[in-house]
């Protein structure tokens, strides 16, 4: 290799030496055109091994993201929610049925057995109201368990020999659990429903006074105790 030194070199001057044939001048330093293509394409080599290299990182990375909601996938966590829903509705048409019962009430003959009537009711319905607001209530705690234990067992599943998840009938066995205790509670408010309908004062339609009729006797006795 030849090294050209050239003191005189400037901008739109010649140097006082002629570069030879098939060499470049960079730097005051004579390079042969072999060796400038042979650092192109290394460069490009390597150039070209890092994009590869990143691409597939970030394929890997794509593929091992961690889903921040897991619960979002789990069939019991979709079924506690529609169920906490159902609980609402059912909460909102109790406490319709308070409301009611306490118009009733306060339009009730005083010492009357309307009166009686229409007080058992209203205290039927605060005793649904307290346990549709129970219902309620676990429904909340049990979504946030369920969502804690399925970011718990997602996470142990990322772990090298964590179980699998989602586990193989765990979801089939919660989900006939929840059915279950919905039939348990479906019968506990239809019992609660024939508490407060079962007493019915006497000259009323179906717990309201009846116009122009005065219903249970003058001295408050109720209507089950007289007999015609």
């Known amino acids: 290799m030849f090294y050209l030194k050239c003191s005189t070199w400037n901008a739109g001057e010649q140097c006082e030496y002629p570069v030879p044939p098939g060499y470049s001048f960079q730097e005051n330093t004579l390079v042969p055109h072999y060796l400038i293509r042979l650092f192109y394409v290394e460069h490009m080599q390597n150039l070209t091994k890092l994009l590869f290299f990143t691409l597939f990182s970030l394929v890997l990375i794509g593929c091992t993201k961690r ?8 069939p019991v966590y979709a079924q506690l929610q529609t169920d906490l829903g159902a609980a609402k509705a059912a909460l909102a048409l109790v406490t319709d049925s308070v409301n009611s019962s306490k118009a009733d009430l306060e ?4 010492q009357s057995g309307e009166f009686a009537v229409f007080q058992k ?7 649904a109201q307290v346990y549709a607001s129970q219902q309620v209530r676990m429904y909340e705690v049990r979504i946030e368990e369920r969502k804690l234990y399925v970011e718990r067992r997602y996470l142990e599943s990322l772990t090298p020999n964590g179980r699998r998840w989602p586990e193989e009938g765990e979801a089939e066995a919660e989900l006939q659990k929840l059915q279950l205790f919905r039939e348990k509670n479906a019968r506990v408010r239809d019992t609660l429903k024939k508490d407060e309908s079962k007493d019915v004062p006497r000259g009323t339609a179906e717990g309201k ?14 209507p089950a105790a007289s007999s015609h």
């Not at 009711?121 to 005793?127: H, I, P, Q, Y």
């Open 107 to 110: 339009t009730a003959v005083p």
């Open 121 to 127: 009711r209203v205290n039927d319905a605060l005793g």
């Open 67 to 74: 889903d921040p909601h897991p619960e979002n996938k789990d």
């Open 209 to 222: 006074p009846t116009e122009g009729k005065s219903s249970g006797g003058e001295h408050g006795e109720k």
